[in-house]
């Protein structure tokens, strides 16, 4: 009984750390933050009661607004986009072609690297004025203009950015790719598919676990996508808010004009929109992914 | 027909290899700019460079005045290490309670932890900038560390009590009739048996870190705390588009350490990716 009391307390003490990072950083944060919600608060004076206004006053806020489509459209287009390159190229590599692992290998390299501030940069100069991606177009005729500072194409420059990253959705689709039972196909070529039956009839159906959890992680990310934008308009969302993401607005809102009780309201509001996109996707998932084969995703 | 089939094989392999050098293009542009003369850089979209200089190199770096873009390094390598440790120690001991201990309300401790790996971080930012405001931590890298020490990454906790649960539970049972505790059986058993594990969380903490600006931009203030990210956006703000040169440089610079440890631990890295789904 001593023993067992004994070793409850190690468990606890194993788990110390996460308790203090847990309540401290995480929990009380949490609820404060959405205590902070309705309140107005800049920090330095004590936060002041305001009830539901700052998630009214979003209404009315344009830079609000636009900062919600500029996310609303770089998931709508994005989000798909990587997934379909993800997938597409994973199911080519999975031909069982001589080296795969060095293919793999170039695919996922933009994955590794995109999530930098240097990348962001090298963005920033290849969509330029002067950019090699006007010099390409110059090649086949096409007259270029800086991308990067045109209110009408500045977040497609961000959407390429995020699809060229589809590196590490492939490589789990990849490894899904790999579960499938060989014998299926085998039984598949047996009796006459074709190459696109077998994927529309074994690989897709097979794949959706693989899918759908890429879909999640994809779509999570990509709600809360920040240093691209920040680093291509330089912090200010422009040109005409066209990069102003929901988190770069929130930033502004918290750190630059510290209506800190505003920001966290935006942030309840992202946790509660992604939130129940998972739910809706999770529920949806009953009547398009399939467990058969054991569900290891 | 055979013939035929190794055609087609090799278009397949030409196709790949095509979309796979524009895919990688821009990166080695980067490359080969950096070591360009500023005035080629854009005058000259190919790859090779027809003049090879190390000016942008020595220009970049000494970018700042009174300062090089090492300390920007040494910055970015102190939160980065500290941050590795913190979590390979804080996370391995969390998980090992998870997976190898029993304990008043352990399910719903764990529910708790998982329900955090998928949290925004932006519903704490700002207590927590509150929080570190008060204790007047503020342009200093404890904001950056201390929640790396105590387990905030949930995610890597999750990690590794799914790799704990296959290590054979025979092991420890053995171990106690020798007399070990549970502490002995984490260190001595656990923790080798689960090297791989252990080794992708500190991979991962690692790149993240390195590449993270969010928070470096929220908590860093004065330049000789800044870490590369910082010192890239300052470069970026500071000279604007008269100095590409130093800038691409210090851009590969900057990416040049997790090319390094992808160089080193690729089969990792991406075994990591492919069965816990960590992004990369």
Known sequence: MLQKRKNYLIAYLFLLPWFIGFFGLVLGPMISSLYLSFTQYDLLTAPDWVGWQNYLEMFSDRKFIASVKVTLTFVIIGVPLQLLAALFVAVILNKGLRGIGFYRTIYYIPSLLGGSVAIAILWKNIFGMNGIFNDFLAAVGIEGRGWVSHPDYAIYTLIALAAWQFGSSMVIFLAGLKQIPQELYEAASVDGASVFVKFKTITLPLLTPVILFNLVMVLIKSLQVFTSAYIVSEGSGGPSNSTLFYTLYLYQKGFSYFEMGYASAMAWLLLIVIAVLTAVIFFSSKYWVHYEYGGKS | ?280
């Open chain 2, 1 to 280: 027909m055979a013939r035929s089939v190794k055609i087609s094989r090799l278009l397949l392999h030409a196709c790949i290899l095509g979309v796979g050098v524009v895919m990688i293009y821009p990166v080695l542009w980067m490359v080969s700019s950096s070591f360009k003369p500023e005035y080629l850089i854009f005058s000259s979209p190919g790859l090779w460079p027809a003049e090879v200089t190390l000016d942008n190199y020595l220009n970049g770096w000494n970018i700042v005045r009174n300062m090089t873009f090492g300390v920007f390094f040494k910055n970015s390598f102190i939160i980065s290490v500290i941050a590795v440790i913190g979590n390979v120690v804080t996370c391995s001991m969390a998980a090992y309670a998870f997976a190898r201990m029993n304990f008043p309300l352990k399910r719903i401790w764990f529910a708790f932890m998982l329900v955090t790996i998928m949290l925004p971080s932006h519903v704490t930012l700002v207590p927590q900038y509150a929080i570190f405001h008060h204790l007047d931590w503020i342009d200093t890298f404890l904001p950056l560390t201390v929640p790396k020490l105590l387990a905030t990454d949930a995610f890597f906790i999750f990690l590794m009590v799914q790799f704990f649960k296959g290590i054979p539970k025979e092991l420890d049972e053995s171990a106690t009739i020798d007399g070990c505790g549970p502490v002995q059986i984490y260190y001595r058993i656990i923790l080798p048996l689960a090297l791989p594990a252990l080794l992708t969380t500190a991979i991962f903490t690692f790149i993240w870190t390195w590449d993270d600006f969010f928070s470096q931009l929220l908590y860093l203030n004065t330049v000789d705390k800044f870490t590369v990210p910082l010192g890239l956006r300052l470069f970026l703000d500071s000279q604007g588009q008269s100095s590409w040169g130093g800038l691409l440089a210090m851009s590969v610079l900057s990416l040049l350490p997790i090319m390094i440890l992808f160089f080193f631990f690729q089969r990792q890295i991406v075994e990591g990716i492919a069965t816990t789904g960590v992004k990369g």
